[in-house]
T-cell receptor, first 116, second 114 residues
Framework: DSGVTQTPKHLITATGQRVTLRCSPR?????VYWYQQSLDQGLQFLIQ???????AKGNILERFSAQQFPDLHSELNLSSLELGDSALYFC???????????????FGPGTRLTVL | DQQVKQNSPSLSVQEGRISILNCDYT??????FLWYKKYPAEGPTFLIS?????DKNEDGRFTVFLNKSAKHLSLHIVPSQPGDSAVYFC?????????????FGRGTSLIVHP
């Protein structure tokens, strides 16, 4: 158990809908990262928040948005869903901003989104 | 364009033998490299890392080798155990605006047969 929790585990919805994925980081971790893993793809970085502020942005679609709340949990909002958005969405957390030699990312179990 | 490539989608090895997982990268700005292991229905777990100032890092049965001139790294598992059966992701990072976000490969599925 990494200490990172994600809800829900599975989500099935229809095209055009909007969903919210939730992530609670490990106790004490200030950074939250969101990744998308489509079929046979590596993990694609979407966005990072550090202590409530956006820190880094990857290939996140304009239909997607995220935020980190004062209690440090984070939500990823996906709207106007398309079939191609079906994927595993992982959240990870780390203590600091992500300095690789000292700042390991701990991943949650993921949310599997299916868009029909 | 994939900046981190794991060209072998799968690898099958006998228990007790060596497993060698390979990874190539294209971005010369990458200076830190990581391996993650992932079991089904779980998130990736950090396994081992190496800085570009080193060419080898060892942690128990796991050793990562880095060849900067070839832009190639490999993960050696000796001896391989059935519990090592998982998907292994190679990742590389370099400072971008003060933030090190890893770029992941597509993974190699390792099966260790008893």
């Amino acid at each position: 158990d990494s200490g990172v929790t994600q809800t829900p585990k599975h989500l099935i919805t229809a095209t055009g809908q909007r969903v919210t994925l939730r992530c609670s980081p490990r106790s004490g971790d200030l950074s939250v990262y969101w990744y998308q893993q489509s079929l046979d793809q590596g993990l694609q970085f979407l966005i990072q928040y550090y202590n409530g502020e956006e820190r880094a942005k990857g290939n996140i679609l304009e239909r997607f948005s995220a935020q980190q709340f004062p209690d440090l949990h984070s939500e990823l909002n996906l709207s106007s869903l398309e079939l191609g958005d079906s994927a595993l969405y992982f959240c990870a957390s780390s203590v600091g901003v992500g300095t690789p030699s000292t700042d390991t990312q701990y991943f949650g179990p993921g949310t599997r989104l299916t868009v029909l | 364009d994939q900046q981190v490539k794991q060209n072998s989608p799968s690898l099958s090895v006998q228990e007790g033998r060596i497993s060698i997982l390979n990874c190539d990268y294209t971005n010369s700005m990458f200076d830190y490299f990581l391996w993650y292991k992932k079991y089904p229905a779980e998130g990736p777990t950090f396994l081992i890392s190496i800085s570009s100032i080193k060419d080898k890092n060892e942690d128990g049965r796991f050793t990562v080798f880095l060849n900067k001139s070839a832009k190639h790294l490999s993960l050696h598992i000796v001896p391989s155990q059935p519990g090592d059966s998982a998907v292994y992701f190679c990742a590389a990072s370099g400072s971008s605006g003060g933030s090190y976000i890893p770029t992941f490969g597509r993974g190699t599925s390792l099966i260790v047969h008893p």
